[in-house]
């Protein structure tokens, strides 16, 4: 039988000795203990698509992935893609894209964005490519009575790539681009499961808030980021070969730290999970 055992940081878990062929069926036990610590690691799991593949059915069904070129796909496995520190913007400068540098919830501009991301750590750097997790649910609840009932009722517009965004996001052609939704969601947003608020937002993707000038917006969305990342409610993870992590997108912020060399292989394989 695995064990499961909190970090000690704001959010986040281990599960030792998890073997999926034995312990897979223990979905109500996993998925509650990954509804309270918002972000789960299965430690030593082996590195194969397939591992992540049966992983990812104990948290519902995973998506397509949006956007599949030849570099990011897993033979086998449409819902996988690689996701390497070398991949360039191929359809852009052919620049490196070093991916996920920023905080950020992933695909939020989608009306029905993935519950969850789930990464499996392949190739690490000797030093460096840590990832950041925010847990947005104890930001929220740390607000003040008034901030928190201001932004109850407010919406935020999300778009593949907003105007504001701090860093680049893959260049797409027209097609992809024709593709891509924009959505409504509330910035302090109810669980689907829980009901508990977390902060949604996604600088990336936040385009502005409906009834609010760009510049209230703004100022609101900085204000907001600035005391949810802050590091009382911010778990730092050193990947370990074998890792499988999920995270709740509806819960938790996500940002990579690429300071590693650029000729440095960060490999990791993905796949996302269906929303609400
Ligand atoms: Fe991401």
């Known amino acids: 039988m695995f064990e499961i055992t909190a970090f000690d940081a704001p959010l986040g878990a281990e599960i030792t000795n998890f073997d999926f062929s034995r312990d897979g069926h223990l979905v109500d036990e996993i998925v509650e203990a990954w509804h309270q610590h918002v972000i789960l690691v299965f430690r030593d ?19 397509r992935q949006p956007l599949q070129r030849p570099e990011y796909q897993v033979e086998g496995f449409p819902e996988l893609r690689l996701l390497s520190s070398l991949h360039i913007d191929t359809l852009g400068d052919r620049e490196p894209l070093r991916i996920g540098g920023s905080w950020h919830t992933d695909h939020s501009h989608f009306p029905v964005p993935p519950r969850a991301t789930i990464l499996q750590a392949i190739k690490i750097p000797e030093q460096g490519g840590d990832t950041c997790f925010s847990n947005q649910r104890s930001a929220y609840e740390a607000l003040d009575e008034e901030t928190r009932s201001r932004i109850d009722s407010l919406s935020a517009k999300h778009v593949y790539n907003s105007r504001f965004t701090p860093r680049r996001m893959p260049t797409i052609t027209g097609d992809e681009g024709k593709k891509q939704p924009e959505a409504l969601h509330p910035v302090a947003r109810p669980h689907p499961d829980t009901g508990n608020r977390s902060i949604y937002l996604n600088p990336v993707r936040v385009d502005g808030i409906e009834g609010m ?64």
């Open 45 to 63: 799991q082996p590195t194969e698509p397939r591992t992540l593949a049966s992983i990812a059915r104990i948290f519902g069904t995973p998506v």
């Open 213 to 276: 000038d760009d510049e209230a917006a703004m100022a609101l969305v900085n204000e907001l980021m600035d005391h949810s990342t802050a590091d009382e409610f911010v778990y730092r993870h050193k990947w370990r070969v074998g890792d499988v992590l999920i995270w709740d997108n509806r819960q938790a912020l996500h940002m990579v730290h690429h300071d590693y060399a650029p000729d440095v292989e960060r490999l990791m394989i993905r796949t996302m999970i269906e929303g609400p």
